[in-house]
């Protein structure tokens, strides 16, 4: 195996010159660049990243830590994390929580500081005090409240606008016997979204009673029996809104079921965007969020912690992606008038 001290020798300069060559850090002349380069690929040196975690105490990777990577948004959103990062020379690895605190716990324990030089978080089930205890910086990612800092630094995203704009969608279309559901259960993360929805219908004197919200599992099944409890027991809704795209698309499901037609007989609206909402039939409407730019700006944030550590006492930093976009589809439409 090649060794770091003969692409030194092969190019006529220090080893510390050819690592910061690698880490593209320090002041190297592009000539000096262009030799140390030339020097690598002629011999084949491949980089031995767990000797230089074990160097300088901190590992070349960065950590995405998801809570279920079988909800399609978090492989679309490690993407975009993986790209930023590669952008930056940085290799990223994926870390699925099941939504379980322990392993959430353990990931956090074994990888921060060692084998990753930061870790980004997503929903992960752990307390923001353990967070802040993290060898490595910590950056939550998709914080749903913007108005409102959580004490690490974060990116955040206005999911109550998210909310907002689904109810002037489906207010807009004429639909005043909606219901609601929340796909992660009350009081979740999903709590800002599904605020910002219910506030602008009974601002519009819209009646939102309990009876026409149901709490689910953030997932199409989810999804699919709320719906469907929520329709046998409200068969006069002509429109459900759900806290995330998945729910949405169980919804969907569940009117289908229940011989309804989508949207001739209800409309359905998600939030989030995910590709799976565009490959529905019929596609769902929705309120996209602007995950790329969230990703790219969680792993700024996170690489520019890493280099300059946030000096005790100074405020966490917060980081506001752009707002959230409508995206009406097929799965809404304007309400059917009823023959008398």
């Known amino acids: 195996m090649t060794t770091l001290s003969e692409v030194a020798n ?6 510390a010159t050819v690592s910061n060559v690698l880490r593209n850090r320090g002041r190297v002349s592009k000539d000096t660049r262009e030799r140390v380069m030339e020097a690598i690929n002629a011999l084949g040196y491949r980089p031995n990243l767990n000797a230089r975690a074990l160097a300088e105490g901190r590992g070349p990777t960065l950590a995405l830590m998801v809570s279920s990577i079988a909800n399609p948004f978090y492989p679309e959103f490690a993407l975009a994390v993986e790209q930023a990062a590669r952008e930056h020379g ?9 939504d379980d605190a322990p392993t959430a716990y353990a990931y956090l324990n074994q990888l921060s500081g060692s084998l990753s030089e930061g870790v980004l978080v997503m929903n992960c089930n752990l307390d923001f005090g353990t967070l802040r205890q993290s060898r490595a910086p910590v950056v939550l990612c998709m914080w749903e409240k913007p108005e409102e800092a959580p004490g690490l630094p974060c990116v955040a995203v206005n999911f109550r606008l998210a909310g907002q704009l689904a109810a002037e969608h489906l207010l807009r279309l004429g639909h005043r016997q909606i219901g609601v559901i929340i796909g992660n259960g009350k009081g979740g993360v999903h709590t800002t979204r599904m605020q910002g929805f ?11 009673p309990e009876s026409h919200c149901r709490n689910g599992l953030d997932t199409v099944q989810g999804g699919y029996d709320a719906a469907r ?3 046998l027991d409200q068969p006069g809704l002509t429109a459900i809104f759900a806290t995330n795209d998945l729910p949405a698309i169980g919804a969907m499901h569940a009117a289908t079921d229940l011989n309804l037609s989508v949207p001739d007989d209800l409309s359905v609206i998600g939030i989030t965007d995910i590709q799976m909402a565009q ?10 969020v602007p995950t790329q730019e969230a990703a ?3 792993v700024d944030l996170l690489r520019k912690l890493i280099k300059h550590p946030a000096p005790l006492g100074m405020p966490d930093e917060m ?3 752009s707002e959230p976009i409508l995206k009406p589809r097929a799965s809404t439409a304007p309400l059917k008038q009823k023959n008398p």
Not at 198 to 208: E, F, K, P, Q, S
Request: hydrophobic share 50%; with cysteine; net charge neutral.
């Open 319 to 321: 980081r506001v992606t």
């Open 279 to 288: 490959e529905t039939r019929p596609a769902l409407s929705t309120v996209a």
């Open 296 to 298: 790219e700006m969680a």
């Open 229 to 231: 409890a929520l329709l």
């Open 198 to 208: 219910i506030d602008t219908v009974r601002a519009a004197g819209v009646d939102l």
């Open 10 to 15: 092969r190019a006529g300069v220090t080893p």
């Open 90 to 98: 940085s290799f990223m690895l994926l870390c699925n929580t099941n």
